[in-house]
């Protein structure tokens, strides 16, 4: 019986044994995990933030882009309702021709000014 109560305690300890290195290779095991996961989460958040900054940083632009086209528009826009307006008093006689050209010397029209800024 000696013998019996000897070889269970050897093998009570060897399963003793195995569970304590199991349960330490499942921690390590999770440490790896756990450091692989966040790993791969920094690098994820790092691409989403330089995504997140170029596609701000091209929606600027563009929105400069149109911005500039707009204000070019406007001024296009603009430049002929007066033409428009000078040819119509012109036709119906209200205002003599010679009256409508700038004196010498006078600034560009707005838009040219404007684009010269640019």
Known sequence: MDALKKGFSIA???VVAAAEKT?????????????GVMYVGTK???????S???VAQ???????????????SANQVSQKTVEGVENV???A????????????????P???AVEQGN
Request: net charge negative; glycine share 12%; no cysteine.
């Open 12 to 14: 009570k300890e060897g």
């Open 23 to 35: 349960k330490a290779g499942v921690e390590e095991a999770a440490a790896k995990t756990k450091e």
């Open 44 to 50: 994820t958040k790092e691409g989403v933030v330089s």
């Open 52 to 54: 997140v900054n170029t």
């Open 58 to 72: 091209k929606t600027a632009e563009q929105a400069n882009v149109v911005g500039e086209a707009a204000v070019s």
């Open 89 to 91: 008093v012109v036709s």
């Open 93 to 108: 006689g209200l205002v003599n021709p010679k009256d409508l050209s700038p004196p010498e010397g006078a600034a560009e």
């Open 110 to 112: 707005a838009g040219d």
